[in-house]
Every structure is written in structure tokens, then in C-alpha cells.
């Protein structure tokens, strides 16, 4: 029992009140083609392919019914938090790729080869994305226009490899393989770095608040950030909302990462 207040209180600092006040769920669909055909003699293979992904990332963010959540010290409220009814950021990557390689055979000595050819983009679609509700927060709704993302991955990787049976018993074989291979695309940055809807204000956490008229209910304006209070003409007291800037990143900064493979060494196969 708080002796000031004469309320019951929850025997830890900073007790948090209203349950769950805002869970993200999170929904992703991955499309994928693959295709290949295949030309096949007694001592050279040659294969052709082609190969499609589009993945299709929603993160979304989901308030309570009153946006609201308090934070409570003893049984007395001391900041407040509060969040958009709901927000999507929405991404889709996607990839096309295409690759020739060849396999030729004479004697005891094999020869590969191959060449790949991979495109990588992303954009952030104007469906999903934002809010259409509205609330006290944000009156009207937050919309976002389709945004490009990543486009400039147009990239040709070459892969040889060379392989000797030793003793011709097809047991024992010293190999060479070298290859280029490049980071793969996926729904995280920087692909979904230039998603405007990161860099909206979805929530503000732990404003300090103190309830001069000890109503439960935050007596400001929750949509000023400077400090108020009774000198403003506010009932409680609140401190000044402050957070981190969210920068976008530009599409031209962005590169793949690439890894280059080597191996060479003996091979003994049972």
C-alpha cells in the first residue's frame, strides 16, 4: 500500500500497467522458379538455367485499443507511452539469375566451367505500407508512395574447375576449383534500407509524466514534444518527448558483398 496515495502497488519500480501495449507481427511469402535443361554426350555436359525469387516482407506494428501505456513507480504514474493504432513497412526483393556451365571430360583429366549472371533489386510498394486508420495520434492517415530501393546489382561471376585422377581408378583425384560468389538477397538491409516507412515516428516510449490531479489520465498534449505543464496551461506534467533521427540510406551506396573461393588439394574418395 502506498501510505501517500492509499492504492495497492505492485512491489517493483517501474511497474508497467495495461498488459501488452503494442506486439509486432510479422508476415513473409517467398516465390520461387526454377528452371534448367541439360545436353549430355559420353564425354561433355553442358546445362543451362534460370532461377526467380520474390520475397514479400510486412512487419507490422499493432497497438492496444487506447494506444496508451503507463508506467507506474508504488502505485504512482511517472511516464507514459503511446503508439500509432497501426503501421505496415512492407518490402519485396527480387532476384533474377541466369548461368551457363560445362563439364568435359578426356582421359583422367575433367575440365568445368561456368558463368552466372545474377540481378538483385527491392522496393518498398505503396500497398501496405503506412496506416489507412487514424486516431488521435495521427488524424488523417499515413500513406507512402511505392519507394525504389536497391537496383543496381547487374553482376557476371565466373567458376572453373579442374580435376585429375591420379591412379585412373576414379578413387583418387587432385583438384582445382575457383569461384566468385556474391552475398545473397534477402528482405533486410540494405534492401530495405530505403523503406521510408522507417523513419516514421511509430511510437514514443516513456515520456515522464506526472499526474498533478491524480486522475490516471494524462492531462497533456501528447502531440506537443516541448515540455509542458500547469505554466502552460496543461493539468499534469510532462516532460519533452525525445528520440534518434532515422536516416535513409542511398540507393548508389550500396554494393554486394562478394566472396571469392579457392581450393586446390588431393582427394581421395572411398
Not at 507490422?60 to 503501421?87: C, E, H, M
Not at 532515422?246 to 573461393?261: D, G, K, M, Y
Request: hydrophobic fraction near 35%; charge should be neutral.
Amino acid at each position: 500500500m502506498n501510505a501517500l496515495t492509499g492504492l495497492q502497488y505492485a512491489p517493483v519500480a517501474n511497474y508497467r500497467y495495461r498488459g501488452v501495449e503494442s506486439w509486432g507481427p510479422a508476415t513473409g511469402k517467398t516465390d520461387d522458379i526454377l528452371s534448367s535443361a541439360s545436353y549430355v554426350t559420353g564425354a561433355n555436359s553442358i546445362k543451362v538455367g534460370y532461377q526467380y525469387r520474390k520475397l514479400d516482407l510486412l512487419d507490422k506494428d499493432v497497438a492496444n485499443g487506447t494506444q496508451l501505456g503507463y508506467r507506474f513507480n508504488q502505485g504512482v504514474p511517472n511516464a507514459v507511452s503511446y503508439y500509432l493504432p497501426d503501421f505496415g513497412r512492407r518490402t519485396i526483393t527480387k532476384t533474377n539469375s541466369a548461368f551457363i556451365q560445362d563439364s568435359w571430360t578426356r582421359s583422367r583429366l575433367t575440365l568445368q566451367g561456368a558463368l552466372r549472371w545474377d540481378h538483385a533489386s527491392s522496393y518498398a510498394p505503396s500497398e501496405l505500407n503506412g496506416t489507412t486508420n487514424t486516431s488521435f495520434l495521427n488524424p488523417q492517415p499515413i500513406t507512402i508512395e511505392r519507394t525504389p530501393g536497391v537496383d543496381a546489382y547487374n553482376d557476371f561471376t565466373p567458376r572453373v574447375g579442374v580435376a585429375y585422377d591420379v591412379f585412373g581408378t576414379g578413387k583418387t583425384a587432385v583438384k582445382f576449383n575457383f569461384g566468385k560468389y556474391l552475398a545473397y538477397a534477402a528482405n533486410d538491409s540494405p534492401y530495405t534500407a530505403t523503406n521510408p516507412g522507417a523513419t516514421v515516428v511509430r511510437n514514443v516510449q516513456n515520456r515522464g509524466w506526472t499526474d498533478l490531479n491524480r486522475n490516471l489520465v494524462v492531462d497533456c498534449d501528447l502531440l506537443n514534444p516541448a515540455a509542458q505543464g500547469p505554466a502552460t496551461g496543461q493539468a499534469d506534467t510532462c516532460a519533452a518527448a525525445t528520440g534518434t533521427a532515422l536516416t535513409l540510406v542511398a540507393p548508389e551506396e550500396l554494393r554486394a558483398l562478394e566472396a571469392l573461393q579457392r581450393s586446390f588439394g588431393p582427394e581421395l574418395q572411398g
